[in-house]
């Protein structure tokens, strides 16, 4: 009974590939936000949306598209990876805004992406 | 700028002996402090939050402290399984939350 969720946990890709991170919450929240962790474990947030609106959009290269097709659900695309992508991904939640209004973020387990 | 400053980085203790975790931050406004532990592998599971300097949550061993610059999550007694890396993170006006570097903590039998 998994609260929030993603898919796959591990991706291994070649440069200049294409590839999609998956995202579920069945929390009933209103916010999903994608992080990005480096090899230092610095956690730094990427995007979020509340009920399917782009809120946070943060200095990330233009290969890098979220998509949100309902408030449950937010997907990652990337395209044309190149070998600094290569991190773990996390999509979290909240039931309203963080930081605006202190509500606490529920993470997912993270995707592992390795780009070759 | 919002900041937050997480220290030691590592911390080794041995089982029983208690000790405290320090977050440091800057914000402009502060709307919550929250504090996440995270086990390797895994994406950081929720503790704590804070809202306002004063306030303390307590949780098992855990029990996370606010004043208006800092926050401490202090340990007490701890046991190999709170081996992991605690995050702390900051809420402010600008609607995102800011994480620290984490601190890595040991706890050896």
């Known amino acids: 009974d998994t609260a929030v969720s993603q898919t796959p946990k591990y991706l291994v890709t070649q440069m200049g590939n294409d590839k999609s991170i998956k995202c579920e919450q069945n929390?009933?929240?209103?916010?999903m936000y994608w992080y990005k962790q480096d090899s230092k474990k610095f956690l730094k947030i990427m995007f979020s949306?509340?009920?399917?609106?782009?809120?946070i959009n943060e200095t990330v290269p233009n290969r890098f598209s979220p998509k949100s097709p309902d408030k449950a659900h937010l997907n990652l695309h990337i395209n044309s990876l190149e070998l600094g992508d290569s991190a773990v991904y996390f999509c979290?939640?909240?039931?309203?805004?963080?930081?605006?209004?202190?509500?606490?973020?529920?993470f997912g387990p993270g995707t592992r992406l390795l780009v070759l | 700028e919002d900041q937050v400053t997480q220290s030691p980085e590592a911390l080794r203790l041995q089982e029983g002996e208690s000790s405290s975790l320090n977050c440091s931050y800057t914000v402009s406004g502060l709307r919550g402090l929250f504090w996440y532990r995270q086990d390797p592998g895994k994406g950081p599971e929720f503790l704590f939050t804070l809202y306002s300097a004063g306030e303390e949550k307590e949780k098992e061993r855990l029990k996370a402290t606010l004043t208006k610059k800092e926050s401490f999550l202090h340990i007490t007694a701890p046991k190999p399984e709170d081996s992991a890396t605690y995050l702390c993170?900051?809420?402010?006006?600008?609607?995102?939350?800011?994480f620290g570097s984490g601190t890595r903590l040991s706890i050896r039998p």
């Open positions: 949306y509340n009920n399917k609106e782009l809120i």
């Open positions: 929390l009933g929240h209103d916010t």
């Open positions: 979290a939640s909240s039931q309203d805004l963080s930081g605006g209004s202190g509500e606490t973020q529920y």
């Open positions: 993170a900051v809420g402010g006006g600008a609607s995102k939350i800011i």
